[in-house]
């Protein structure tokens, strides 16, 4: 079974520094995607950063990079020049083959973490 | 016209109810899935569709039951929940393999009373 962890429930953080937010995953399968989202007040979950399991590189979107350590089943999200409007939740999310046929595959979420941005 | 929508964006029903949650993707998508978040809870999957077919009943109870006419729409019935149903329910939509996201709808959030 899948399972992602994330182990800092919430964080205060002084604008404009750097933000790194934990998530650890575990699954046996060899084959899967790991995704970040913002999910704000407003209750839209909106997608952040996508780095494959056989993905060389860390994956790198604007302000949100990845960094992805296979060995140790971890993919944390760093934001750099952190603002106010990043203050929401933030969900660690793994993609496995829900079935062996293939097609669409389900996410698994970790519990989240509350990022709060202080001026 | 954003990506995914979802009616109505609050609904509150009584346990003896039948009511519908909608969703609707603007994207091209082929598969649709339904989520629920409770309180203090992670993400549950619910069901997935891919090309109208469900391919995924994540142990959902019989009371909850899904239905997608086409790959653009789908449907959560909902009839006689309980006030633990209560939560915001979440659809998304992705190409049908290998998606590297999922693009979630604002929600429905549901009161069982």
């Known amino acids: 079974a899948q399972k992602i962890t994330q182990t800092q429930p919430g964080m205060f953080v002084q604008e404009k520094e750097a933000v790194t937010l934990d998530c650890t995953y575990d699954t046996s399968d060899p084959s899967y995607g790991l995704f970040w989202y913002k999910q704000p007040s407003s209750g839209e979950m909106i997608f952040l950063i996508y780095q494959g399991s056989y993905d060389q590189q860390n994956a790198t979107e604007g302000r949100y990079s990845l960094n992805f350590q296979k060995a140790r089943k971890s993919a944390n999200l760093v934001i750099s020049a952190s603002q106010l409007g990043d203050s929401a939740m933030y969900f660690c999310a793994m993609r496995v083959p829900m079935y062996s046929g293939g097609g669409a595959d389900g996410l698994t979420f970790g519990k989240g973490t509350h990022l709060i941005i202080q001026p | 016209e954003t990506g995914v929508t979802q009616t109505p964006r609050h609904l509150v029903m009584g346990m003896t109810n039948k009511k519908s949650l909608k969703c609707e993707q603007h994207l091209g998508h082929n598969a649709m899935y339904w989520y629920k978040q409770s309180a203090k809870k992670p993400l549950e999957l619910m069901f997935v569709?891919?090309?109208?077919?469900?391919?995924e009943n994540n142990s959902v109870p019989s009371r909850f039951s899904p239905e997608c006419p086409n790959s653009s729409h789908l449907f959560l019935h909902l009839h006689t929940l309980q006030p633990e149903d209560s939560a915001l329910y979440l659809c998304?939509?992705?190409?049908?393999?290998?998606?590297?996201?999922?693009?979630f709808g604002p929600g429905t959030r549901l009161t069982v009373t």
């Open positions: 998304a939509s992705s190409q049908e393999t290998g998606g590297t996201e999922q693009y």
């Open positions: 569709y891919n090309f109208k077919e469900q391919t």
